[in-house]
């Protein structure tokens, strides 16, 4: 059965929306990075945050109005999830690493800075986010809470976890199993989109269970549409299935499910994260309109 | 007037209890990282965290002491810092810092591993430092307090931004000012130290002052009688004074106040350390000592 909503955005509509709390975002953050007296470095901290969609910003300024947290509150919170996911870029971007020149259509920090700035804005990056979350309209167990959650959520058993395991599935060059890549995924780009679908309701102390069902299925189901667009996009682009990834050797959902079984596992996960928010009536259309959105503009 | 106190324990007496904190801090901090699951990765931080003095750990292990605080709050608190303090350590010996291929006689991590994996356990292990605090057993106020001001003094303003302007110093290859250098050295290394030594008097919600005081001018001590042995090591070993950092051009306490206003300054500072807690009569006599032997054996 599909999930019915009152209200629908366009994709137009839905693109502003993200739009406009991106540049509040970015307005936020920006001079509280850039400080003079940190020279490069803030500059390197400032230009890093910049230029991307800010999805888990996002989401954490979305649910925060649907629990009618402090506007302070929920700024800084989606602030020091865009720290952390920056300094994943920066890092992630090495030499030692992915190796990338470019982020965004713009020079990577290593690139446009050197390597030893990158390294260091990425780690000051990370602090930056707790110091964001210490100093927000928000009480003493909110602060404790949202930093202990963060910093499991970003580190060996989360984020950084996920990033180890890829690169050892990629190493190993072995093909994994679904529930494998499942876990793999979960950690690498789930546990903090988890992280701010959640904030709304950590923030306003509140059940957040359902915010996390919700996260956790748009999560997979993100992951699911970048292995589909990564199959269609090039079979657009040069006329047959490159399957850059599945030539690598790399499993993926499209090589473990199928192209269509990719893409209804996909859809399923989004009529689940609907679902998770229907307790929220007509206030939470615009989560649902952006799990849906976000699969089809994955990329 | 030199400081009196009650009971002074010998260098040996001074160094069994660093080194028995030291193991029981290992002991505590080893199974929480090198968690089975987590692969080479947690292997990666557990090693990283081994094999040094953990003089910031042992800082807050004695000020909680001093304190009263709860050994379960305090033994988080002194793993958090020392997570800290071996990812700045990890990342700075990464061939684009210090490329260091030795740290404590064993091979760097990323030699051990590589280059991914240093910088990886570097970034869960400054994580692991927030989640350690956040699992203390300490009030939801406390904890917060402790992680912004970890944040903070981690961050791009302090320990990063020192490291920061340690490298944009060395590569302008200019001189700096006895302000200048004091300023940077107060990030780099002062930074942690004094979080470490303000950690009981936080943990407690006490006056923190006093240890403040003592935390910076025991930092600052500590470098000066680096560089004095920088100097004088050299010129025991060799047979003439070398002065590597003054031959690179690198403005050093000794060169700025020379070799003898140096050992003054530096023993002037201990005293201050010293001063500092003399409201705490009797049972800051192992602090102390600390500050004592801390300059005496600082390399």
Redesign the interface.
């Known amino acids: 059965m599909a999930t019915l909503w009152a209200r629908r955005l366009s994709m137009a509509e839905f693109k502003a929306a993200l739009a406009a709390d991106a540049a509040a975002i970015t307005d936020f953050l920006v001079p509280k990075?850039a400080?003079p007296?940190?020279?490069?470095?803030?500059e390197a901290?400032a230009y890093a945050v910049q230029g991307g969609k800010m999805l888990r910003g996002f989401f954490v300024l979305e649910t925060a109005r649907l629990h009618g947290v402090s506007p302070d509150g929920a700024m800084h919170a989606a602030g020091a999830i865009e720290c952390v996911h920056a300094?994943?870029l920066v890092?992630d971007d090495?030499p030692?690493?992915d190796d990338d020149d470019l982020r965004r259509g713009q020079p990577t920090v290593h690139r446009r800075w050197?390597?030893?700035?990158a390294?260091?804005a990425?780690?000051?990056l990370?602090?930056?986010?707790?110091?964001l979350?210490?100093?927000a309209d928000l009480?003493?167990?909110v602060?404790?809470?949202l930093?202990?959650s963060?910093?499991?959520r970003?580190?060996?058993?989360g984020m950084?976890?996920g990033?180890?395991?890829d690169?050892?599935a990629e190493s190993a060059g072995g093909a994994l199993t679904l529930d494998e890549i499942t876990a793999l995924q979960a950690g690498k780009t789930g546990a903090l989109l988890i992280w701010s679908t959640m904030a709304g309701a950590v923030m306003a102390e509140a059940d957040a269970a359902p915010l996390r069902r919700y996260g956790e299925a748009i999560g997979l189901a993100f992951q699911i549409a970048d292995d589909v667009l990564d199959v269609e996009g090039d079979e657009a682009a040069v006329g047959k299935a490159v399957r850059k990834d599945d030539a690598a050797g790399k499993a993926t959902f499209v090589s473990l499910l199928g192209l269509d079984g990719a893409k209804r596992r996909a859809a399923e996960l989004v009529d689940e994260a609907c679902d998770a928010l229907n307790g929220y009536g007509d206030a939470a259309a615009t989560l649902k309109d952006a799990a849906r959105f976000v699969i089809e503009r994955s990329h």
Chains 1, 2 share one sequence.
């Open positions: 990075l400080v007296q940190r020279g490069i470095l803030g901290m300094y994943s890092h090495l030692c690493m050197d390597e030893a700035i390294v260091l990425g780690d000051a990370q602090a930056q986010a707790f110091a979350i210490g100093t009480s003493d167990a602060q404790a809470q930093m202990v963060l910093a499991d970003g580190g060996a058993d950084v976890g990033q180890v395991a690169i050892a």
